[in-house]
């Protein structure tokens, strides 16, 4: 038994894959530290022809999920880094700074895929650019 089986969220979202059908790749390239083509998405589904560029500003809500996502790094960074140092303000606010530069192209796209796997169903046998 695989930890995320394929069509469900989280193997959708980890893996960057296509919400509906879980093979397509949505992004072009899967290193998300090249920023030369971090904010590039491919146009549609290489498998089922889902539709990727949804209308003007869909991708707007995602930035909820990437605040959600920043604030929970944070805190698990501050929670380990006390449990095993005694850092001062200075030093916590600097590895807070740190981890935020490090992680954000990671969150800027798992935060992406999330929005979009709350409106598309797994549907592997559906094929076209509609929703």
């Known amino acids: 038994m695989k930890l995320l089986p394929k069509g469900s969220k989280l193997y ?3 893996s960057s894959k296509c919400p509906r ?3 397509g790749d949505i992004f072009p390239q899967k290193n998300p530290y090249i920023l030369s083509t ?4 491919h146009t549609y589904c290489s498998n089922c ?3 990727f560029v949804f209308e003007p500003g869909f991708f ?3 930035m909820y999920v990437s605040y959600g996502l920043t604030i929970a ?3 698990a960074t501050y929670l380990v880094h006390t449990y095993f140092f005694e ?3 200075a030093e916590i606010m600097m590895v807070l700074a740190i981890v ?3 992680a954000s192209p990671f969150v800027f796209r798992i935060s992406r895929v999330t929005w979009m796997n709350f409106f598309i169903k797994y549907n592997p046998d559906k094929r076209g650019p509609n929703r």
């Not at 971090?38 to 998405?41: A, G, S, V, Y």
């Open 60 to 62: 707007y809500g995602s």
């Open 100 to 102: 935020l530069i490090i």
């Open 87 to 89: 850092p001062s303000l």
């Open 73 to 75: 790094i944070f805190v």
């Open 12 to 14: 959708s979202i980890f």
């Open 38 to 41: 971090l904010f590039k998405t």
């Open 49 to 51: 022809g889902l539709k």
């Open 21 to 23: 059908c879980a093979e």
